[in-house]
């Protein structure tokens, strides 16, 4: 799949817009909802609704340049909220359950007017059906980001505001990301995604593609921290502990609709998350000619991996021809993978020395398992599926379980969430030793005779 990304040398300006949006959700907010006073909270909601979807939608705007369409969108976006909240239903969940689903709407009509109205509209639809989940995750007063913000005192309010716009931020930006690479995939004349080819057409700007960086990294932990928590309130509404299950038949009905889906559907978005920061660390290494894996595995961990992206020395200039990023490419494959095997050997080893007064031998035993298992994914791309099997099947049963069980088990939803963390690293930690199963192309839109994808190695 040609992945286009042009749209990102507008990203910082998308950016600005989000930073308008949290700031809007923050202070905004509460001053409509006290200037109504006590009138129905229905119009202050009406006119929230027409400042963040427009700040949104703009966002949008800025990167794709589809004003017509967008104004389209919009109008029925207002439509359908304003739908929402004037007409009955809400009693028994009913309403809310048919809204959460009416979403996606306006967007998929925006991108079907580009792409046209052919069956290309269901994968439209469940594309922006996917965007939202990550916009609503941590929405809900419960959610992770509103629970940690809660505890800090309220003489520290500056802290909390920073805390939620340090959710807003990313939550908005990664939307337009997401869709711009949606209306790729819709557009690109093959319909089966290559998720190991490269485009040495794309162009990274140093600032707009830390943005891009610092988005997706956030983003894909907000998307496990946010599975865990709705796996938490899923367990909750299917609780006889809680009562829900007898005394309110409408929550538990829409928890478990809109519970499931949005695990479900953040699971996916952190494989798209994990695809997309491979790709955009493995093309902006190119395009600066930084030949170090151990820098990109460096990039990929938790916290250090912002601040070793940030001052990562990209002192060399930029390459500007197709030549001179074949031959980049070629250097960052033939880098060594030596300092970060011994690394990763190390670890485990002292986890097993500190753990060898423990009586119980499973702690050895598994990270015996789990160096056979590394030793492994280093010379056969197999492991990685059979990880990720292993883990897909961890998921399904924690959520299938979840869904029968009455009994809360707080573990069990930590694990879940490390699981979706997992499950994206090995998506990010392909190239550091099978890079040579890696394909690129020489540009956005290249000639017939030049544009089948090529092996690295070739």
């Known amino acids: 799949m040609k992945n286009n990304t042009a749209y990102l040398k507008n990203i910082h300006w998308v950016f600005l817009l989000a930073v308008a949006y949290g700031l809007t959700s923050i202070y905004l907010s509460p001053w409509v909802y006290e200037l ?14 027409v400042f963040l979807t427009g700040i949104t939608y703009t966002g949008i705007g800025v990167a794709t340049c589809k004003w017509k369409e967008l104004l389209v969108a919009f109008i029925i976006s207002e439509a359908v909220f304003a739908a929402y909240l004037f007409l009955p239903g809400n009693e028994a969940m009913v309403k809310p359950i048919i809204y959460f689903f009416a979403i996606p709407i306006p967007l998929t009509i925006f991108i079907s007017l580009q792409t046209g109205w052919n069956k290309q509209i269901i994968l439209a639809y469940l594309g922006v059906l996917l965007s939202c989940v990550a916009l ?8 992770p980001i509103f629970r940690i913000s809660s505890l800090i005192s309220s003489r520290h309010d500056i802290w909390r505001d920073l805390l939620r716009l340090c959710f807003y931020i990313p939550t908005k930006v990664f939307q337009v990301i997401f869709i711009c690479e949606l209306l790729n995939y819709l557009r690109s004349d093959s319909k089966k995604p290559n998720t190991l080819l490269l485009n040495l057409g794309n162009e990274y700007g140093r600032l707009n593609g830390f943005i891009a960086f610092w988005v997706m990294k956030t983003s894909l932990l907000l998307l496990a921290v946010g599975t865990a928590n709705y796996l938490n309130l899923l367990t909750e509404a299917n609780s006889s502990k809680y009562g829900y299950n007898t005394g309110n038949e409408g929550y538990q009905t829409y928890m478990i609709i809109v519970g499931f889906v949005s695990i479900v559907g953040a699971v996916l978005l952190a494989l798209f998350t994990a695809w997309y920061l491979r790709k955009l660390l493995l093309e902006y290494f190119i395009s600066y000619n930084v030949q170090s894996k151990f820098l990109y595995w460096l990039a990929l961990m938790p916290f250090i991996g912002f601040l070793s992206f940030l001052f990562m020395e990209t002192n060399q200039a930029k390459q500007q021809n197709y030549n001179e990023k074949v031959t980049s490419l070629g250097n960052f494959a033939a880098s060594s993978t030596t300092a970060i095997s011994a690394i990763a050997f190390i670890g485990m080893f002292l986890r097993l020395v500190f753990r060898l007064s423990d009586t119980d031998g499973t702690v050895a035993i598994s990270v015996v398992i789990a160096c056979l298992l590394f030793t492994w994914m280093i010379y056969s791309q197999v492991a990685y599926y059979l990880n990720a099997a292993v883990i897909i099947l961890a998921l399904i049963a924690i959520i299938v379980y979840t869904l029968i069980s009455q009994y809360i088990i707080d573990d069990l939803i930590g694990f879940f969430a490390l699981l979706v ?38």
């Open 36 to 49: 109504f006073g006590n009138a129905n909270r229905i119009y202050p909601s009406l006119v929230l609704s």
């Open 421 to 458: 963390i997992g499950l994206a690293q090995l998506v990010l930690f392909l190239p550091i030793y099978h890079f040579d199963k890696f394909f690129y192309t020489p540009g956005e839109n290249p000639e017939p005779e030049t544009g089948q994808p090529r092996d690295i190695f070739a």
């Open 136 to 143: 609503v995750m941590n929405s809900f007063e419960m959610g």
